[in-house]
Structure formats: C-alpha cells, structure tokens
C-alpha cells in the first residue's frame, strides 16, 4: 500500500541548523527553483498527476490495473481515463460545494508528505469520502498508518492554506482542538477506516490483522499510537522579494540555495508560532508534528491546480 512518489524533485526540506529537540517537531519546505523562483507549474502538474492515487481507493486502483491487464493489446488505457476523469469530476465538485474551504491542494500534499515523510500508507481516501452527500465534510482530512515493532502508529493529518504562517498555525491548532473535543467525529473516523478504507484491497488475512489494531476497545488498542500532522502552506511574499542577480555568474542552483538558508533560520520563529498556538487550545504539543510550506502565494498555487486540471 506504500507507493513512494518523487516528491523531492518538486518540494525541497530545508533542515535546522542547529537541529533542536523541543516539541513539537518541524519541518519546513519549500518549492523547488526554476533558476531564480519557485517552478509552480512544474509542481502542479506534479501534483494532478498524483492526484488519482490520492483520490481513487486502492481496490479500485487494483481492478483498473486488471482490466487493463486483460487488453489483447496491452494498450486499452479506458479504465486508466476513467479513473482520470473520476478525479477530476471529485475536485470540481468539492470546490462547487465547499467553495470556502479552498484546501483541496494542501490535502494533496499532506497525503504526499505522509508518504514521503512519515513512511505511512493512506488508510482512507478522505476527498472522495467529502463529496459523498451522506459524509459530513468535517473532519480530518487524511489517514494514514504505519506499522512496525508490533506498534501502528496512526497518523491524523490535517492541513491548511493560509495568508501567514501565524494563521495557519492558529487554524490548525483549532482543528486539532475541534477534533479532540468531538468523540462522535473520533469513533466516525475510526468506522470509515474499518469500513470504507484502503483495507478492503488487503488480503483476508492482513486485514484482519490491521483491523484489530483499530478496533477501537480491542485487546491491542494499547499497541495503537495516534499522532497530529500538520502541513501549513502559508503565504511569504516577504521571503521571495529578495533573490540574486539573474547572470552568467550565479549558478542556476545558487538561488534556491540562498532561500533555504533565509528559511533555515525560520525554525525558532515557526515553532514557536504553532506551540503556543497548540498550548492555546489546550493541545499537547508532543504528540504533534507539523510540515510548514513557505509559497510566494498560495492563492496562486490553488489557481496553477486548477488550471492545470482543467487542461488535461
């Protein structure tokens, strides 16, 4: 159920110099330079073309793949354009009905982030679950797990969109707040996992195993830890103002470079930014994690998405 993509080639991690210990735990990220500015068109298009294995479910994935396989060709992609146009009817109709949400974009990249960071697996496919009228759009907005020592390590991300790294943060402490203080939303998270997840694509046997893990009042409900992911992609025109000369004698890797070092030196500013905003709401910090994501605009992130989705 872990497929890897290559994130790094588009989203680049800027580390902690010197890296620090004190919760909760960071990481900030930036997108990857077309010489002197960040290459958003090549991430978008990145983007939607991952975007079928963040929406579509993996049974359905798996049975497309099959009937493709059945082809006398080899060469009948219908099942694949299928499911392309499944995906795209799915983001156009959560930003028909959910207009103000606009974080269709940040829930693809905490799912890739999930993936490439954390090493855990989508248990649930949460977009195509909010478009369904009988699920509440509320809630969180990716599961995914990890399973290794006998432990899973249950991941519950949520992401956000924001003008600031100061808003985003205080955005995404109140979801985490809302979601811990909503036990009916908890145990819905939970039935969706055991009943509309990734686990149905699983053999008997390993679901079993899995589903064991997450009964919710089971015998090994001890040996489940559940963690908060946040990915906030915030707006830092601030950041992008200021670039090197655009000449023969910088090297095209030298611009992104001196970016990330202006953002290395960010780490105490953003932590302390989402610390105090998880200690507002009453979060425990430690059980935290959160990807910051620094843009020139994440407006125009949204709208590159979309007209990329649209040209296809």
Not at 66 to 76: I, P, Q, R, Y
Not at 172 to 187: H, M
Not at 287 to 311: H, W
């Amino acid at each position: 159920m872990l497929d890897v993509p290559p994130l790094d080639t588009h989203i680049k991690a800027c580390d902690e110099r010197p890296p620090s210990s004190e919760a909760p735990s960071i990481l900030v990220l930036f997108p990857r330079f077309r010489e002197d500015g960040p290459d958003l068109r090549a991430l978008t298009e990145f983007l939607w073309l991952q975007a079928v294995n963040y929406v579509i479910p993996l049974r359905l994935r798996q049975r497309a793949q099959e009937e493709m396989a059945k082809s006398s060709t080899g060469g009948d992609f219908f099942s694949a354009n299928r499911l392309v146009q499944r995906t795209r009817k799915t983001f156009i109709e959560f930003n028909q009905k959910y207009p103000h949400r606009a974080s269709e974009v940040g829930e693809l990249l905490a799912y890739l982030i999930a993936l490439r960071y954390l090493g855990a697996a989508q248990i649930a496919s949460k977009m195509a679950l909010k478009t369904n009228s009988n699920m509440p759009v509320h809630g969180l907005d990716g599961i995914h797990a990890r399973f290794s020592g006998g432990v899973m390590k249950l991941y519950f991300l949520e992401s956000k969109l924001a003008k600031s790294a100061d808003s985003g943060s205080k955005d995404y402490a109140e979801s985490v707040k809302g979601f811990g203080d909503n036990r009916k939303q908890y145990l819905l998270e939970y039935d969706i996992i055991s009943d509309l997840s990734n686990l149905s694509a699983l053999s008997e046997d390993d679901r079993n195993a899995a589903l064991d893990y997450l009964d919710i009042y089971g015998p090994k409900k001890s040996q489940r830890i559940e963690r908060s992911i946040g990915v906030i992609c915030y707006t830092d025109r601030t950041l992008y103002a200021t670039k090197l000369p655009k000449d023969d004698k910088t090297t095209p890797d030298a611009h992104e470079s001196a970016l990330a070092d202006k953002l290395s030196k960010e780490y105490s500013r953003l932590r302390e930014l989402v610390s105090k905003a998880l200690s507002s709401q009453g979060v425990e910090v430690s059980a935290c994690k959160v990807f910051f994501i620094a843009f020139p605009n994440v407006d125009v992130l949204r709208q590159q998405f979309y007209e990329v989705m649209n040209s296809g």
